[in-house]
Nanobody
């Protein structure tokens, strides 16, 4: 059974930082491209960051320079370091494993508010 479990969300003040983690099980993690998405209330799910199986990264313009995606294949984990958080970053954050099949985690809530 494939599982992706996100963690690390929470409440943070504007300008603060959070580090999200996503641990995968049931897949050969190292061969999957991994992505982070978010979905704010009333909005479509937004692709934030992509990290390929060989570690190449790409970012959406809205978070470039503030968020960093990384992975640790030995731990079957992908991370999203988020700095300089803004209220508009408030959303549920999801990780996704992209291969022949696509798998999703259940998300972790990030709230940026003073």
């Amino acid at each position: 059974q494939v599982q992706l479990v996100e963690s690390g969300g929470g409440l943070v003040q504007p300008g603060g930082s959070l580090s999200l983690s996503c641990v995968a099980s049931g897949i050969t993690f190292s061969i999957y491209n991994m992505r982070w998405y978010r979905q704010a209330p009333g909005k479509q799910r937004e692709l934030l960051a992509h990290i390929s199986s060989d570690g190449a990264t790409d970012y959406a313009g809205t978070i470039k320079g503030r968020f960093t995606v990384s992975r640790d294949n030995a731990k079957n984990a992908v991370y999203l370091q988020m700095n300089g958080l803004k209220p508009e970053d408030t959303a549920v954050y999801y990780c996704s494993a992209q291969g022949i099949l696509v798998y999703w985690g259940r998300g972790t809530q990030v709230t940026v508010s003073s």
